[in-house]
């Protein structure tokens, strides 16, 4: 039900009288809370979107490598770079008894490493990371996202960095710690708490259509464009990097540039509303 503010003119004077106007009612709704702003550009928001896409990337595949390393690892297949490959290769092998007469009987008697075992491992934990990080992301998502109006868009710009340095600082000392894959989960938690990669994609396009009026369809066009070259960049580079080397250097990137993000958020980024 809308409320009512009253506003009382300033006072008329005259030689003898002084009067006043009756106050005028100005009926005040709840979705009057939210003014737009014309004064900031839309493309202010592109590197909070190509700076959060740039550590999202290459997550996936990044921790699936973790996870998988670890688990070969514990059960004594790691070794050379391409000893798991091999093993994982060969134990999906399966010569054939009746038409291939060049396998002999102790090919066959030869022990090949388990790698299902690995697999098995790193599929289950998987499944625990992503419920743990669902049940956590999920109410902040959906607060936060579904109160922007009133809050602003920048304070869903901010949370996520925030999560993302916590995590990656977690990380480093999880990996030179050589910490167990729970502390890999409680990272995750912690990150889905302030909310995840995703909220600040759905703060950008709504800033993008709190700036813009007829040029939107331009401007989706290029913030698109952004994600799509942030997103082959980085899955490119980690895949080639992981070949030799290992997670430092990709978690010190990704938690700097979470920090950038962070400080541009603060001190740059405008805000595409007015809280009245």
């Known amino acids: 039900m809308p409320h009512k503010r009253y506003r009382l003119a300033p006072p008329m004077e005259n030689k003898n009288v002084t009067t006043r106007l009756p106050p005028i009612v100005v009926i005040y709704r709840p979705n ?9 550009h839309w493309w202010f928001v592109l590197p909070c979107l190509l700076l959060i896409i740039l550590c999202t990337a290459s997550d996936p595949i990044l921790m699936n490598d973790l996870i998988i390393r670890r688990y070969e690892h514990y059960y004594g297949l790691s070794g050379s770079i391409d000893t798991h ?17 060049e396998y002999s009987y102790f090919d066959f008697q030869r022990p090949y490493p388990d790698y299902s075992h690995v697999q098995r491992d790193a599929a289950r934990f998987n499944v625990r990371n ?9 109410f902040t998502f959906i607060l936060l996202g579904s109160n922007s109006d009133l809050i602003g868009r920048r304070p869903l710009l901010v949370f996520p960095f925030i999560g993302k340095i916590i995590r990656y600082a977690l990380m480093l000392m999880i990996v030179s710690q050589n910490l167990s894959n729970n502390w890999i989960i409680i990272t995750h938690v912690l990150e889905g708490i302030f909310g995840s990669g995703g909220l600040i994609v759905l703060s950008s396009f709504a800033y993008i259509t709190d700036c813009t009026n007829q040029s939107r369809t331009r401007s989706f066009f ?6 799509v070259i942030a997103r082959i960049i980085p899955v490119v580079g980690i895949s080639l990097w992981l070949r030799y080397y290992f997670y430092i250097a990709p978690l010190s990137v990704n938690l700097a540039l979470s920090v950038i993000g962070l400080f541009y958020t ?10 009245v």
């Open 32 to 40: 009057d809370k939210v003014k737009q702003i014309s004064s900031p």
């Open 222 to 227: 290029i913030a698109e464009i952004v994600i």
């Open 85 to 101: 490959r091999t093993a994982c290769q060969e134990q999906t092998m399966i010569p054939m008894f009746y038409w291939d007469w």
């Open 130 to 138: 992503s419920i743990a990080t669902l049940v956590s992301s999920v």
């Open 266 to 275: 603060l001190f740059i980024q405008p805000e595409s509303v007015e809280i």
